[in-house]
C-alpha cells in the first residue's frame, strides 16, 4: 500500500442493514472522496447485496465487515433492541468488553487513517472504537444520532467513556436534546461539540395538499420498533370510539421487527383505520395522498421523517421526545404533545379540531425547515471533517 493516499475510516454501529443514521456519512462520501480521500466502511454484517453499499463499492469504497459485537456491551443491547443472542454473555466483565477489536486493529495498522468517523446509533455505542482511536493516537469524530434517558452507562464504563469524548476531535450530535443529555449522563461538559443536520433526502418543495372529500389521512413513517417508536400507543388511542368513529385512517410507513405484534394488537383492539405500507423508496410520494405526519416516538435524536414532511408542505402531530421540540412550534407549525398516551391523545385531540388548518400549518413548516436547515448538510459536514483533517 502507497502511504501517499489519504485515508477516512467510518465505523458504523447500525445494527440494520441501512437506517436513518447512516445517511449523514454515506451522502458525505462523494464529497470526500472529491477532495482525494479513500473511504473505509467499518460495519457489522455489511449486506453486500443492498443497493447503498453496492453503489459504494462500484465507487471505490473499501467495505470491511465485523462480526463481533464490541461496539456494545451486552446489557445494553438487551435493553435497547433485543439483539444480543449469542454476541456476549452478561456475565462478562468490562475488561473482557474492552478487549480491542482485532479487525478494526488490522484497518487502524494497515491504513493509518488521517481521521475516523465513529457513527452511533445512540451516544455510547461507538466509543469502545472510539477509545481504540484514542490509544493509538489517531484522531477521529464521534457522529451520535441519538440518545436516551432511560440508559446510562454502567458505573464501570464512564471513565472511558467521558475521555473518549473529551478527546475527540469534535462531537456532533442531531439535537441541543440529545447533546446536552449526553453531558448530564457524563457529568460533564463536552465544549468540542455542536449540532448537524442529517441530509433532507426530498425535493423540498411543497406537495399540493390532497382532498379532504373522503376524510384524513396520516402517515406515521419510522421503523416499526416499539421502544423507540411508540406505535402501539396510536393503536391503544385508535381503539377508542369516538376515534373509530372519525373519518381519519392512519398508514404506518416503515419496516421493523414488531410489525406482526402491532398487526396483532390492531386485530386485538378491533382497530381497522390503519394499514401498514411497509417501506417506501419515495417517502415524498406519500404527502400526495396523506394530510400530516404523525409521530408518537418514546425516544429519537431529531427525526428525518418529520424534517422531510415539514419541507413538503405538512404539518406533524408530535411527541416532544428528543429534539423534536427544536424544530416544531406548537400550534403554528405542529402539535407537540407528552411522551405519554393520555397526553398525546389530548394533542391529537387539538390536532382534529384544527384540522382545517392543517394545510397553512404545513406552509408555514415548509417555510419554517426552508430558513433552518441547510440545503446539503453532507456537504457541510464533509467540509468540517476536511478542516479537522488539516487543523
Not at 180 to 190: D, N, P, S, V
Amino acid at each position: 500500500m502507497s502511504r501517499s493516499k489519504r485515508h477516512i475510516l467510518i465505523i458504523s454501529t447500525c445494527f440494520i442493514d441501512w437506517g436513518g443514521s447512516e445517511e449523514l456519512w454515506a451522502c458525505s462520501i462523494p464529497y470526500l472522496q472529491a477532495e482525494g480521500f479513500e473511504i473505509i466502511v467499518y460495519k457489522k454484517n455489511i449486506n453486500s447485496s443492498f443497493h447503498r453499499f453496492s453503489d459504494m463499492a462500484n465507487h471505490g469504497v473499501a467495505l470491511k465487515d465485523y462480526r463481533s459485537s464490541l461496539s456494545l456491551p451486552s446489557r445494553v443491547i438487551n435493553k435497547l433492541v433485543g439483539m444480543a443472542k449469542k454476541a456476549y454473555a452478561e456475565s462478562k466483565d468490562l475488561a473482557a468488553e474492552k478487549t480491542p477489536d482485532l479487525g478494526l486493529e488490522k484497518i487502524l495498522e494497515h491504513f493509518r487513517p488521517e481521521m475516523v468517523l465513529i457513527s452511533q446509533g445512540i451516544n455510547f455505542d461507538g466509543l469502545l472504537y472510539a477509545h481504540q482511536c484514542l490509544i493509538r493516537e489517531i484522531p477521529y469524530v464521534i457522529v451520535s444520532q441519538k440518545a436516551v434517558d432511560f440508559y446510562w452507562p454502567d458505573k464501570k464504563d464512564r471513565s472511558f467513556m467521558i475521555e473518549a469524548y473529551q478527546k475527540a476531535k469534535k462531537n456532533f450530535f442531531v439535537s441541543r436534546h440529545n447533546q446536552r443529555l449526553t453531558e448530564e449522563q457524563l457529568g460533564t461538559r463536552l465544549p468540542n461539540s455542536e449540532v448537524i443536520f442529517n441530509p433532507v433526502k426530498t425535493s423540498r418543495r411543497v406537495v399540493p395538499y390532497p382532498s379532504t372529500e373522503n376524510g384524513f389521512r396520516l402517515a406515521c413513517i419510522a421503523r416499526l420498533f416499539l421502544l423507540d417508536k411508540g406505535q402501539d400507543i396510536l393503536i391503544r388511542i385508535l381503539a377508542k370510539d369516538k376515534w373509530k368513529r372519525r373519518p381519519l385512517h392512519i398508514t404506518f410507513v416503515g419496516s421493523g421487527d414488531d410489525r406482526e405484534p402491532l398487526l396483532e394488537m390492531a386485530k386485538l383492539l378491533n382497530v381497522t383505520n390503519i394499514d401498514f405500507a411497509g417501506q417506501s423508496n419515495n417517502i415524498e410520494s406519500i404527502w400526495h395522498d396523506h394530510h400530516a405526519l404523525i409521530l408518537s416516538s418514546r425516544s429519537e435524536g431529531l427525526p428525518m421523517a418529520m424534517v422531510e414532511a415539514m419541507s413538503n408542505g405538512r404539518t406533524v402531530i408530535v411527541t416532544n421526545a428528543g429534539g423534536i421540540a427544536e424544530l416544531v412550534e406548537d400550534g403554528v407549525t405542529g402539535f407537540l404533545g407528552n411522551i405519554d398516551q393520555d397526553q398525546f391523545e389530548s394533542t391529537m385531540e387539538r390536532a382534529w379540531n384544527q384540522r382545517h388548518e392543517w394545510e397553512n400549518m404545513g406552509h408555514a413548516a415548509a417555510k419554517f425547515i426552508q430558513e433552518k436547515v441547510p440545503a446539503k448538510p453532507e456537504f457541510d459536514f464533509s467540509n468540517q471533517l476536511k478542516t479537522l483533517i488539516n487543523d
